[in-house]
């Protein structure tokens, strides 16, 4: 049990730290392990170093990767999120000669609209944060900016990083050296603008040589006198307004390149010679090159070399200066270490899952299937059940809530569409005709119209709509008005079959599409003018991250309600569980005292329940077994009288339900005779009433003698009994002393109802005897079989002719632990009629009268010289010596015995056989 737990624990440390090590690598197990490449998803920008790596800005403004010549990922650096859920992203970059990366770090809104401010941000060329170079926020709502904010082109040129900040009526360029000191930003030259002209983009950093594009499709040359000159589109160039420039940039000769998406093309011309427009490439010459350009969301940057660098959602082209293509780069190969983390955070993950079933096997199994408290096991089991439960239970609400929360943003989204009719005046949006009408009175109007209906109110759910206007105009789609600054007028939308059917059939239509800026959620809706005709759709979006993060608001919600409830839940569970195991445990301590022996133990439990029932019913069942013992012990008390309990445990059996016919064993033990003398005379004087009533008499005063000395009852004897003693012969004598001590209470007794005295003879030997189970299957019996059973009886019949109380054998005195506590004097060698060898027997007197004590213990010595002359037939002396005993001793019928003996043996001789032996019959 104790290596179980263990080995759980263990396996949890384990499963924590290799959670640990998942949680902070979950990017590696996002791909498959042998996965060695990464797509390109939601490209949006890049530029190259000298030593020919790339930089890229992916995962639609979200991520900054470093790859190098061959196109392997050396690191990526990802936004983060602000403290209130903002949302920063990569709006542009530039790489110095050391590695280092400036990027224009963007903070929007959680939804991904507004601008909250921005920062010109280092990293070192490991990719690891450096500082902060300049930061501008936009706390004012007049100064309000969406997806970008005022901060454009950030490029390193002789050693200090030059970036355009969008003053709104003028154009100001800074620098920041290079270097590791925190320099504040240094104006190199402010431009006022033309009137109502607005900055789309700047290249350059000096005067005479910087050129800015604007939001109405001019491009215009800051001279050296800080004036602007426009140089695209002039007079009689073979352009309209709607060949809007856009990604402008300057090339390595001076040229200006940018992207027309309205006639699907890269563009340049030399401000030189502003008249002549080149097309570098397009739709044909990509084919040309085997290439597919979709001109859809298209960015270009120049290389050190000269070349292009063309960027779109999801590939990446160089474009050489002979003219030609590379072929399409759309992903990324991971580095070594990358791929060896991938496959150390799988096989970790793989160990973990293995892991957990393991932990699960170890729980349900080794550990649950033991002994365990209640408890422990229910939480082991509720509480994951319970947390499965609440998962599936948040799943379940949380997707109901999430599909609930889609149809009604479709049909919020629907409803707002459709109220784009009244908010864009079909006729006046009919009259827009150019860029030139960026921020005319009617682009004005919508836009106040457009805000005052969703911006109202800040601190609702109108937050974070995306709103865009656009012109129907011979089947083509243009982008008029968006929430997006870096979006211009008159942009080509392409074609889906959501527009098809609203500028077709007049149906509003919902959809989602995923752009750099992240997945959306959008209706539309067509614009009518006054004659019905449909000249423009009004669209109403929403980010799905902002969704997202609302939805995952609410789960945390869901779930932190959940997690209190299940918390709640198990707590009441414990608390009623720990009150009912209150309960159990309390009749299981009663039990336990049952158990233990103790009947009288009463179980109290007040809580009115099956358990209380229970405990009832243990009452009743304790009463019950209480009886039954009490009828047990009294059975087994009047069963010992008959078989002693000494008996059983001798024969190794608990109880007389063991004991089988036929059980057996051999020990030494003291054999004990003891008999009443002249019991057949008296008994024939008495009635058969009369006897039992004697026998029992002496019986209860004589018998308990033996057991205080550890002995027991083998048999009665009519008039006696015979007596076992399992230990040392010393509690067989001290047993012997007391019944002849007794003896003369007895017969003071009898003496004061003028009964007869009585005299008794006990007969002990010790030795080897065989006690058993005899008889047959209806009727057993414990029996001792053994020759010393029958030398104790002789032993008990020669008491009285030898005039003795107590007889022993050599062999008791020789097993006595302590023979000189005891007084008992040496009878010789005894002849039993009936018995081959001779008898060592000795006269154990302790406990005869006090007066023939004394004189035995007074004659001893003189009485064992003269059985030591007897036995080697100095029949004279001995004669002698026995004479002066019987003068001092004239009870003494062992010495009387002696001294016919020898004065036969003297008188007469004896015989051949003799051996030196006194013969008693």
């Excluded at 970790?348 to 422990?376: D, E, T």
């Excluded at 004598?733 to 002849?740: G, K």
């Excluded at 209470?745 to 065989?770: E, F, Q, S, T, W």
Aim: with cysteine; glycine share 6%.
């Amino acid at each position: 049990m104790k290596k179980s737990i263990t080995a759980l624990l263990l396996v949890l440390l384990l499963l924590g730290c290799a959670g640990t090590y998942l949680g902070t690598n979950k990017d590696s197990l996002k791909l498959w392990p042998f996965h060695l490449t990464m797509p390109f998803d939601g490209l949006s920008k890049a530029v190259s170093d000298v030593h020919n790596n790339v930089f890229v800005i992916d995962n639609a403004k979200k991520t900054l990767h470093k790859l190098d010549s061959e196109g392997v990922l050396q690191f990526s650096i990802t936004s983060d999120t602000g403290k209130n859920g903002e949302l920063y992203r990569f709006n542009d970059m530039a790489v110095d000669d050391a590695g280092y990366i400036y990027t224009i770090r963007t903070l929007l809104d959680p939804y991904g609209i507004e601008v909250k401010s921005e920062q010109i941000v280092r990293y070192k060329p490991d990719g690891q944060f450096d500082r902060s170079l300049f930061n501008v926020d936009y706390n004012d709502a007049t100064s309000k900016r969406y997806r970008i904010g005022s901060l454009r082109n950030v490029q390193v040129r002789e050693g200090a990083v030059y970036y355009f900040n969008d003053e709104v009526q003028q154009l100001a360029l800074y620098k920041i050296p290079t270097g590791d000191s925190a320099a504040d930003p240094e104006l190199v030259s402010r431009v006022k603008l033309p009137a109502n002209k607005y900055v789309a983009e700047a290249d350059g950093y000096k005067l005479g040589e910087m050129y800015y594009s604007t939001r109405s499709g001019e491009i215009y040359k800051v001279q050296l006198d800080g004036q602007s000159q426009l140089v695209y589109p002039l007079a009689g160039l073979d352009r309209t307004r709607r060949n809007f420039p856009e990604s402008m940039h300057i090339d390595n000769n001076g040229r200006l390149v940018f992207i027309d998406f309205n006639n699907r093309a890269i563009t340049r011309f030399d401000p030189k010679q502003p008249f002549v427009v080149e097309t570098i490439m397009n739709e044909e010459k990509a084919k040309a090159s085997g290439v597919e350009l979709a001109f859809d969301a298209t960015t270009i940057s120049v290389d050190q070399d000269g070349s292009l660098i063309i960027v779109e959602s999801a590939q990446m082209n160089r474009l050489l200066k002979n003219g030609t293509l590379t072929p399409t780069q759309t992903e990324a190969t991971y580095n070594k270490d990358a791929q060896h983390r991938f496959h150390i955070a799988w096989f970790i993950a793989i160990i973990s899952g293995l892991l957990v079933l393991y932990a699960l096997k170890l729980l349900f199994v080794n550990v649950l299937q033991r002994r365990l408290p209640l408890m422990m096991k229910q939480i082991l089991i509720l509480v994951p059940v319970i947390a499965a439960a609440m998962i599936l239970l948040s799943t379940v609400i949380y997707n109901s809530f999430s599909q609930k929360m889609e149809e009604e943003t479709f049909s919020e989204l629907v409803l707002l569409a459709r109220n784009g009719q009244n908010l864009v005046d079909g006729d006046k949006l009919e009259s827009i005709s150019s860029p030139l009408d960026y921020r005319g009175e009617d682009y004005v109007s919508f836009r106040r119209k457009i805000q005052n209906v969703f911006e109202n109110n800040v601190s609702d759910d109108n937050q974070g709509f995306y709103k865009a206007v656009y012109k129907y105009e011979n089947g083509v789609i243009y982008r008029i008005m968006e929430d997006d600054d870096g979006m211009h007028m008159f942009n080509p939308f392409m074609q889906t079959p959501e527009n098809q059917q609203v500028v077709l059939e007049g149906k509003p239509a919902t959809g989602q599409w995923k752009d750099f800026s992240g997945e959306w959620r959008y209706a539309i809706a067509p614009i009518y003018n006054k004659s019905g005709k449909i000249v423009g759709v009004f669209e109403t979006s929403k980010n799905l991250d902002g969704l997202i993060k609302h939805r995952h608001a609410v789960l945390s919600s869901i779930i932190r309600n959940i997690t209190l409830i299940s918390v709640g839940l198990l707590i009441v569970l414990m608390v009623m569980t720990y009150v009912l195991l209150y309960a159990i445990r309390k009749l299981r301590n009663s039990v336990g005292e049952i158990a233990k022996g103790k009947w009288d133990t009463v179980v109290t439990i007040s809580t009115r329940d099956e358990v209380s029932d229970l405990g009832d019913s243990v009452n009743t069942m304790s009463a019950r077994i209480r009886d039954y013992i009490t009828k047990v012990e009294n059975f087994s008390e009047s069963y010992y009288r008959f078989v002693p309990q000494q008996f059983l445990r001798l024969l190794n059996k608990e109880s007389i339900l063991d004991v089988e016919l036929g059980d057996q064993v051999e020990q030494h033990m003291s054999i004990l005779i003891f008999n009443i003398r002249d019991f057949f005379q008296m008994s024939k004087r008495l009635t058969p009433e009369e006897n039992f009533n004697f026998v029992n008499s002496y019986l209860k005063r004589f018998g308990p003698y033996v057991r205080n000395h550890n002995g027991f009852m083998n048999k009665y004897l009519g008039a006696g009994f015979m007596a076992l003693f399992p230990n040392q012969p010393d509690a067989a004598l001290n047993a012997c002393i007391d019944m002849r001590k007794e003896l003369e209470i007895y017969n003071m007794h009898r003496a004061k109802v003028n009964y007869p005295p009585l005299d008794i003879g006990i007969g002990l030997h010790k030795g080897a005897l065989r006690l058993g189970i005899v008889g047959e299957e209806q009727r057993l019996e414990g029996n001792v079989i053994s020759d010393g059973v029958n030398l104790a009886t002789m032993l008990e019949k020669m008491t009285e002719p030898l005039g003795v109380s107590v007889l022993i054998t050599d062999h008791v005195v020789e097993a006595l632990d302590n023979p000189s506590s005891f007084q008992y004097r040496n009878l010789g060698l005894i002849q039993v009629e009936g018995v081959k060898e001779p008898l060592h027997l000795y006269d154990m007197y302790q406990g005869d009268p006090e007066t023939l004590r004394t004189l035995k213990d007074r004659t001893k010595a003189l009485f064992e010289q003269a059985v030591t002359y007897y036995q080697v037939g100095r029949f004279y002396d001995a004669r002698e010596a026995f004479l002066m005993v019987i003068k001092q001793n004239r009870q003494d019928k062992a010495a009387q015995l002696y001294f016919y003996m020898c004065d036969e043996y003297f008188q007469h001789g004896t015989t051949a056989e003799w051996n030196g032996t006194l013969s008693v019959s």
